[in-house]
């Protein structure tokens, strides 16, 4: 059972360029997020999903992208990094959808650490 | 706002007992976690809190007073493995978690 894997794990771009950052999960849950996590600040919602086909914006959405085609698959796409983007990124699931109860917990992936020079 | 405080950074002694507090500011109160993250890695689940009282895993035990907005993680017989940053969330009224800044324990032998 892999869990969330999460693909990169380092990536290093150019301001301006775009790349997607993969996230998959085979726990069949219906609830995915990204989240971002920079020095002395907690994690922040980019984006989520409540299940196939539905995203919504977290608190940080602007410059990134996601679609939600299938239940295991939610990828994150940098339209044109920028410098601002440094930062550690991490895919989470969890079996908590729409109507789920509040109490299930998050699982994360390794992370992926990006770098926009 | 929504607000949660954790203390930046805490010191304790290998064998010992440390008491992590969180307070939180919601728009209203649908459960608190906590997380454990080791430097590098990925944050794993400790615990989940919804009513008030002590909930004890091993030797780790989570409290919260919901009056209060006030939760703490206490660690017993302290080992040099719990080295790691522990992260506080909140789950408002609005469904997406808010989480704090986190809280980096350093075990000294």
């Known amino acids: 059972n892999a869990g969330v894997t999460q693909t990169p794990k380092f990536q290093v771009l150019k301001t301006g360029q775009s790349m997607t950052l993969q996230c998959a999960q085979d726990m069949n849950h219906e609830y995915m997020s990204w989240y971002r996590q920079d020095p002395g600040m907690g994690l922040r919602l980019i984006h989520y999903s409540v299940g196939a086909g539905i995203t919504d914006q977290g608190e940080v959405p602007n410059g990134y992208n996601v679609s939600r085609s299938t239940t295991e698959d939610f990828p994150l796409r940098l339209l044109s990094a920028a410098p601002s983007q440094t930062s550690v990124y991490f895919c989470?699931?969890?079996?908590?959808?729409?109507?789920?109860?509040?109490?299930?917990?998050?699982?994360f992936g390794n992370g992926t650490r990006l770098t926009v020079t | 706002g929504q607000n949660i405080d954790q203390p930046t950074e805490m010191t304790a002694t290998e064998g010992a007992i440390v008491q992590i507090n969180c307070t939180y500011q919601?728009?209203?109160?649908?459960?608190l976690f906590w997380y454990q993250q080791h430097a590098g890695e990925a944050p794993t689940f400790l615990s989940y809190?919804?009513l008030d009282g002590l909930e004890e895993k091993g030797r780790f035990s989570s409290f919260l007073s919901r009056s209060k907005g006030y939760s703490y993680l206490l660690l017993k017989e302290l080992q040099m493995k719990d080295s790691a940053s522990y992260l506080c969330?909140?789950?408002?009224?609005?469904?997406?978690?808010?989480w704090g800044a986190g809280t980096k324990l350093i075990i000294k032998p």
């Open positions: 919601t728009s209203g109160f649908n459960g």
């Open positions: 989470a699931s969890s079996s908590q959808g729409a109507y789920s109860s509040y109490n299930s917990p998050l699982h």
């Open positions: 969330a909140v789950r408002p009224r609005n469904y997406q978690l808010i």
């Open positions: 809190n919804v």
